[in-house]
């Protein structure tokens, strides 16, 4: 069993970063890409940023530029640097990592980003 252990959430005003973390517990053969997800009110739960162990990356159109997304493959952690956060980035954000064996994804609780202006 995989589990998301994340951190690094809270209140920013607009301009301000934030950098989430998020650790992965368990075998980390079991775990391909790992990445973010966010979840406005009122939304769907929307890709953010993505990364293979490789560290080929995906990124939304809506934070490109902005956000980096990294990777620790050792300790199976993923990070989220976020730069000019923009009152539409608040959301609860969520760790994500893709099994290597089952069509199944494992996520985090949920951290919540809030940005104001």
């Known amino acids: 069993q995989v589990q998301l252990v994340e951190s690094g959430g809270g209140l920013v005003q607009a301009g301000g970063s934030l950098r989430l973390s998020c650790a992965a517990s368990?075998?980390?053969?079991?775990?391909?890409?790992m990445g973010w997800y966010r979840q406005g009110p009122g939304k769907q739960r929307d890709l953010v940023a993505a990364i293979t162990p490789g560290g080929s990356t995906t990124y939304a159109d809506s934070i490109k530029g902005r956000f980096t997304i990294s990777r620790l493959n050792a300790k199976n952690t993923v990070y989220l640097q976020m730069n000019s956060l923009k009152p539409e980035d608040t959301a609860v954000y969520y760790c994500n990592a893709e099994a290597a064996y089952y069509p199944y994804d494992f996520w985090g609780q949920g951290t919540q980003v809030t940005v104001s202006s």
């Open positions: 368990g075998s980390s053969d079991s775990i391909n890409a």
